[in-house]
């Protein structure tokens, strides 16, 4: 699998959910999309900086928690970035010298400077499994405000405002 998060999230999503564009369902479901991989997933009274964590255990399968205190967009997205963190460790890195991982996010001004390669990573790859360029694209028109697009997908306006930006679809 490439190292480029975009790619990768395409490539899992056209395995994985739907193999054409034009019939891709929408939101996409990552709690879907984890389980079909094998990774269970769970809404847990996480500590209240703890927006999600992939957690894996010897001889145990992967799991995802995400803060059941959070919104329902915030929880996608959490799974999501988790489900990056699972898709890089074992289809990009392919670390296998550990059976034993775990990653925790924490909201709060270090994450949210972005300076950590695997947490860049990790959201650049939820944002394309959340937002695909190609979905984006095909449905810019029909829905033609962030907010719109934002209901559509199923993630927050700001997060929707990001993609677009990022993805040059912004006047």
Known sequence: MTRDPEVAAKELLTTVWASDWNDMPYPIDPAKISERLGVK??????????????????A????????GSDSKNRQRFSCAHELGHYVKRTSVDREPSSDSWEFIDYRDPLSAAGLNPD???????????????????????EFPTPAALAGEFGVSTDAMNFRLQNLGLTS
Do not use: Q
């Open 41 to 58: 997933v769970y809404a847990a009274g996480l500590e209240e900086k703890v927006s999600g964590m992939l957690v894996k255990h010897p």
């Open 60 to 67: 145990r399968d992967p799991a995802i928690y995400v803060n």
């Open 119 to 141: 947490e860049i990573w990790a959201n650049k790859f939820a944002a394309s499994l959340l937002m695909p360029r190609e979905l984006l694209t095909m449905l810019h028109k």
